[in-house]
């Protein structure tokens, strides 16, 4: 019997409810106008967390346990745990891990202070944990817990490609460095010489300077190859459309660098999990945990980091072997169903939930 666990979901704003509803969300901005506004002004000033509104509210549903997301939330969240008596833990994601202390070394002190206090500390693979660990987090505080994708609702179907039709090839993401987009690029630009291709990229800038400056180098490799009449530049798309954009295409192409800034995936891409479930060869990098997403050879295809060589060597090996792609792409699909499962994911989340709550 699966253990009964009532999700209340508490954040700053919504959006998206449309694509991806959740019951019980309870929204801070629509609190009474005065108190909201009162509550920004002093967390601008560093004098609150949102602490009053999560306690009042963790009161009101008889809560034991809170989950927050992202360690600088955790951080900030400490407060509120104390105030109402809750079991805390804390999920990092990847920004949290490596870009935030690089950029500003008060987050170490800061997540050693968390790591005394919280209960567990989840993490995407055993990267992430490890990097967790080495900023301080005891042993047995970190737990793994994956990122899980609703396979069940996910239609397998195997890719195949045949020799002198167009490769068709994705690539989706946001205008980010740690993205890895213009080595993408820079690979299929040199292998369009040897096979017919037709590219799409979903995805854009944000309104960040950096991610304007991704940008510009994207275009400059879409230039530089005269790949313009080939690529499909369709911006920043709905999550069904990305599916059904998908289901069109043979490969994808997801090729995750560290960043200049220090910023990573921390885990890996929940897109990659995606594509892969839906019967797509993906080639990646051996970047974080991805390598335990995307198992080289056997599940798909990863280069190193930067290595624009790597990349090309293996869109020529699945141009050279057609004949290979449905056993890795069953093999995929297992993988995904074992240890990437949401519905599996969920279970053992509420098990964690669970040990909090009767400790």
């Known amino acids: 019997m699966l253990p009964f666990v009532k999700n209340h979901v508490v954040c700053e704003a919504t959006e998206n409810l449309d694509q991806f509803y959740l019951p019980k969300i309870h929204v801070i901005s629509r609190a009474s106008s005065w108190r909201y506004l009162l509550n920004i002004a002093l967390c601008k000033?560093?004098?609150?967390?949102?602490?009053?509104?999560?306690?009042?509210?963790?009161?009101?549903?008889?809560?034991?346990v809170l989950h927050s997301h992202f360690g600088h939330t955790g951080w900030k969240n400490m407060v509120a745990a104390r105030r109402a008596g809750l079991r805390h833990l804390v999920t990092f994601y990847g920004f949290d891990v490596n870009h935030l202390p690089t950029i500003d070394p008060r987050w170490r002190e800061r997540y050693n202070t968390l790591f005394m206090h919280v209960d567990y500390i989840l993490c995407e693979g055993s990267h992430m944990a490890k990097c967790i660990k080495e900023m301080g987090c005891p042993e047995h505080k970190v737990l793994v817990h994956h990122l899980g994708v609703?396979?069940?609702e996910i239609s397998f179907k195997p890719r195949a490609w045949s020799p002198g039709e167009p490769l068709r090839v994705l690539i989706a993401a946001s205008f980010r460095e740690k993205k890895g987009i213009p080595y993408a690029l820079e690979a299929l630009g040199r292998l369009q010489h040897d096979v017919p291709l037709q590219i799409t990229v979903i995805g854009?800038?944000?309104?960040k300077p950096a991610s304007l400056v991704e940008k510009e180098r994207i275009l400059s490799v879409i230039k530089k190859h005269n790949l313009k009449p080939i690529v499909r530049m369709l911006g920043f798309q709905p999550y069904n459309v990305l599916f059904?954009?998908?289901?069109?295409?043979?490969?994808?192409?997801?090729p995750s660098i560290t960043a200049s800034d220090g910023d990573t995936e921390g885990g890996a891409p929940v897109t990659i999990?995606?594509?892969?479930?839906?019967?797509?060869?993906?080639?990646?990098?051996?970047h974080c945990d991805?390598?335990?997403?995307?198992?080289?050879?056997?599940t798909g295809l990863?280069?190193?980091?930067?290595?624009?060589?790597?990349?090309?060597?293996?869109?020529?090996?699945l141009v050279s072997h057609p004949d290979k792609?449905?056993?890795?792409?069953?093999?995929?699909?297992?993988h995904i169903e074992t240890k990437y499962n949401a519905q599996k994911q969920g279970v053992y989340l509420s098990e964690i939930y669970r040990e909090l709550a009767c400790r």
């Open 45 to 64: 000033l560093g004098i609150r967390n949102n602490t009053d509104f999560l306690v009042q509210l963790a009161k009101e549903c008889q809560a034991s």
């Open 290 to 298: 991805i390598p335990e997403v995307i198992l080289n050879g056997y």
């Open 273 to 286: 999990i995606e594509m892969a479930a839906t019967g797509m060869p993906v080639i990646s990098t051996t």
């Open 325 to 334: 792609w449905l056993s890795m792409l069953e093999h995929s699909r297992r």
């Open 302 to 317: 990863l280069a190193e980091e930067r290595n624009v060589g790597g990349l090309l060597a293996h869109l020529k090996w």
């Open 150 to 152: 609703r396979a069940d």
């Open 204 to 207: 854009d800038a944000g309104s």
């Open 244 to 254: 059904e954009e998908a289901y069109k295409h043979h490969v994808f192409l997801s």
